[in-house]
């Protein structure tokens, strides 16, 4: 249904098998998490390696739904950016000069560049000096090669490396190294609280049989 919602847009078909890409990875990680917690291998390990094993779970999980809810963002966010830049050549630029000229207080002049004719001179000015300055005609579809440039953008930034990966997997196993660092501690502090009982019980039966 994704594929024939977005029938004829090149670069969010590429967004979408990236993701996809992605999910499959994250999913087949999650599945042998699941098989190494149900098979024999961590019957020999102790408790703190298995419980590193869920964090583990659980973070790939929200790692995958934290992916989908970025690329449905940023598919959103590009999307309303073209139809706005369409809205702003709509624009007549007497009007957008009008608006301009009728604010006299230099306050309400920043003001007004939050608005939408202000954000339309904005994005004219820079359609003006990006063709100027790169000798194009003055037919040229900036808010057309804008779109293309976000959208390569998007491309490169769901491009997910390996390193991220091995950063994960370095995470994981740090959480599990402390949870059995805290553990090793706990139980070496009970061993001397229970040294000392015992040491404390012994000397006070020592004392007694003396007298």
Known sequence: WIEWALHGKEHFLVIVNKVYKELMILGLISFLLFCSEQGPLLDDLDHSWIISFEFAHILIFFVGVSFCLFS?????????????????????????????????????????GFTPKGQAVQFRLLKHVFIRSHKLPPEFHFQEYVHNVMLNNVDQVLDVEWTSWLAVALFTLAGALLNQLYEWQDDHDSSEESTHYYSSTSTEESTHHRW
Do not use: N, P, Q, T
């Open 72 to 112: 449905i963002i940023i598919c959103v966010l590009v999307s309303r950016g073209r139809r706005s830049w369409d809205a702003y050549e709509r624009y007549d630029i007497e009007e957008l000069m009008g608006y301009f000229a009728g604010k006299k207080h230099r306050a309400l002049k920043f003001l007004s």
